[in-house]
């Protein structure tokens, strides 16, 4: 039992008092601090040869390598559709070992017909809520971006904060939508000094912040009540079954 747990709590009767503890300061006080670089994987959600959310991508890249963090771009290429292939294809296995490997992310995908791609929602499905008593997402943090070919839109961000909720990510509160994209980037793909840029710096700046503050304390962040009951129980059937 935790120090602070209480065994009955009459006015909650509902409440497992063994599992039940109001979160403190000092849960916070005792935390290691990393000292490797923050490792931020990043995904975007199209195929074309010159792919704007690909070359937006490389430059957050950039400025997180600048920062001091360490980075990988997972190439969609070859991924199969959800379902399409066993997860033992090297392309789901790759993107996984990524997940895993992250402290944060970027999603970037271009708006399609009002939505993200169907490239980028693939990876994300591909990415599993949980893996045996491992949650490949839960607690890290997520910035998401978008590209347009007209004006400025925020749908496909807006869906990727929803798909970030549900995939228990920690999505920072600034984002990043560049319209006209194909105005935004010279030949050499290096995108041009702009508002639209210096977002993206911003986010960048935003989501290393956001990271180095939280990847340590994830594990506390995410400690659940409904979780831990579902462990005790669990414990408990596996205990019973192996005294019968």
Known sequence: ?????????????????????????????AVGRATHAPRFLLLYGSLRERSYSRLLTMEAARL??????????????????????PDTHPKVQELRELAQWSEGMVWCSPERHGAMTGIMKAQIDWIPLSSGAIRPTQGKTLAVMEVSGGSQ????????????RWMRMLTIPNQSSVAKAFEQFDEAGRMHPSAYYDRVVDVMEELMKFTLLTRDVSPTLANR????????????RRVNQGAI
């Open 1 to 29: 039992m935790r120090r602070d747990a209480v065994p009955q709590l009459p006015d909650l009767p509902n409440i497992d008092g063994e599992l039940f503890h109001a979160p403190q300061a000092s849960d916070f006080a």
């Open 153 to 164: 839109s925020f749908n496909a961000v807006n869906q990727m904060r929803i798909l970030g």
């Open 225 to 236: 009540y409904s979780e831990r009951r579902e462990s005790a129980e669990m414990l408990s």
């Open 64 to 85: 997180l390598q600048a920062m001091g963090g360490e980075t990988r771009i997972f190439d969609p290429h070859g991924l199969p559709l959800p379902d399409g292939a």
